[in-house]
Nanobody
Framework: QVQLVVSGGGLVQPGGSLRLSCTAS????????MGWYRQAPGKERELVAT???????NYADSVKGRFTISRDSAKNTVYLQMNTLKPEDTAVYYC????????????WGQGTQVTVSS
């Protein structure tokens, strides 16, 4: 069983920054994407950003230019640097790792609350 351990959420004022980290309990050698999703109250879970082993990234339009995703495959860790945070970024953020190229695994970490409020 793979575990994804998430850290870094919290309360921040509008315009502030937070950095999320997610570390997997084992390495993934097949093609995969690690990423972040979020779910605000009363809304569906949505993509925030993903990054492949090769470094290809994908961002939601709402976070482009403000959030940066990165990964350290040697440490099985993915990061989300969130700058210029807005109240609408308030949500529970979830880490994910899923197989690409026909693979079947799809793992989720526990959520971490990010609250942007003055």
């Amino acid at each position: 069983q793979v575990q994804l351990v998430v850290s870094g959420g919290g309360l921040v004022q509008p315009g502030g920054s937070l950095r999320l980290s997610c570390t997997a309990s084992r390495s993934f050698y097949s093609p995969n994407a690690m990423g972040w999703y979020r779910q605000a109250p009363g809304k569906e879970r949505e993509l925030v950003a993903t990054i492949t082993r090769g470094g290809n990234t994908n961002y939601a339009d709402s976070v482009k230019g403000r959030f940066t995703i990165s990964r350290d495959s040697a440490k099985n860790t993915v990061y989300l640097q969130m700058n210029t945070l807005k109240p609408e970024d308030t949500a529970v953020y979830y880490c994910n790792v899923r197989a690409l190229a026909g693979g079947t695994y799809n793992y989720w970490g526990q959520g971490t609350q990010v609250t942007v409020s003055s």
